[in-house]
């Protein structure tokens, strides 16, 4: 694998994690929506902490 196939690689598992974020953000807003006192919100935040982890040490592995 070339750096650049690299790279594009890189680039596709961040955009990804991106789009899996967004994706929990707005399930987190439903069921914050529906009932803001949801065990399902910590799962959630869980989730959401563990995607933002990934997002960043991809973003500082691409710079």
Do not use: P, R
Request: aromatic fraction near 6%; avoid cysteine; charged fraction near 35%.
């Amino acid at each position: 694998m070339t750096h650049v196939e690299y790279d594009k690689e890189k680039i596709q598992k961040y955009e990804n994690l991106q789009a899996e974020y967004k994706k929990l953000q707005g399930e987190y807003e439903n069921i914050k929506s529906e009932d803001s006192q949801s065990a399902k919100l910590d799962k959630k935040v869980k989730e959401m902490v563990a995607i933002q982890k990934e997002i960043q040490n991809l973003a500082s592995n691409l710079s």
